[in-house]
């Protein structure tokens, strides 16, 4: 049963995550120390995630209103984007992410071969048409990079009615939430083979998004619940 949970994790899970899937996905009463046995005596164990480190372009067009406090107690109150780049035997695949930080959930995201600001824009209008944000009340925040200071995204995140927010100039942490998101998608899919083609990787960039992160990969910041699991049980609370 371990080792059937960790091959549909693509072997990424950890055995916090497999304790957490035999307990919580499948009902079974275990302790987490068994697990870790387990594991360790059938040779399995997780990846790791790894700094990553990038240059911000110093331009500015927002102030940041996130000062490094992500935590939001409801969804579509705070939204963070960036893009990322990674590369095939053809050239370079870029990807805009935009995440909402109530639930890690991926709201929107594009993919293409050249880092525009079409890209970031793309990535946003399809986070709006899903979340139907209320006028006002989300907050876009990403960093000063010359896309998402363009007018394509500054524009259409405005007559949706999000307020524009940006981390400070030089700080590494100014999006670190989505910093890590990209980590983990770095260990867990872009570098554990050589792609070929940019459609190859886009479509695997695809099902992680929406298949695996969304809906089956169990997020320890989330009680190891997913996060459309997350958003559901919210919706479902009382207080809601």
Not at 28 to 54: D, F, N, W
Not at 136 to 151: A, E, K, L, M, R
Not at 206 to 211: D, G, H, R, S, T
């Amino acid at each position: 049963m371990v080792g059937q949970i960790c091959a549909g994790s693509r072997q990424t899970y950890g055995a916090k995550r497999v304790h957490a899937e035999l307990t919580l996905g499948r009902g079974i009463a275990v302790c987490r120390q068994t697990v870790e046995t387990l594991m360790r005596r059938a040779g399995l164990r997780g990846v790791s995630g790894r700094p990553k480190y990038r240059k911000i372009a110093h331009a500015a067009t927002a102030s940041d209103l996130v000062d490094r406090d992500f935590a939001r107690s409801d969804p579509d109150r705070l939204q963070v984007t960036d893009i990322a780049e990674h590369p095939t035997r053809e050239g370079k695949v870029y990807c805009a992410v935009v995440l909402d930080v109530f639930s890690r959930r991926v709201a929107g995201w594009s993919i293409d071969s050249r880092p525009t600001a079409a890209l970031a824009a793309n990535a946003l209008g399809m986070a709006i048409d899903r979340r139907q944000p209320t006028k006002g009340q989300t907050v876009i925040h990403s960093d000063h990079s010359t896309q998402f200071t363009s007018w394509a995204f500054t524009k259409r995140a405005l007559d949706s009615g999000l307020v524009p927010s940006m981390g400070s100039i030089g700080d590494c942490f100014g999006n670190a939430m989505i910093e890590s998101f990209w980590s983990r998608m770095q260990v867990e899919l872009l570098d554990r083979q050589r792609w070929r083609t940019r459609t190859e990787l886009a479509n695997a960039i695809f099902e992680y998004l929406e298949i695996w992160h969304n809906r089956q990969r169990r997020h320890t910041s989330l009680s190891m619940l997913t996060p459309v699991e997350f958003e559901a049980r919210h919706q479902q609370s009382p207080a809601a």
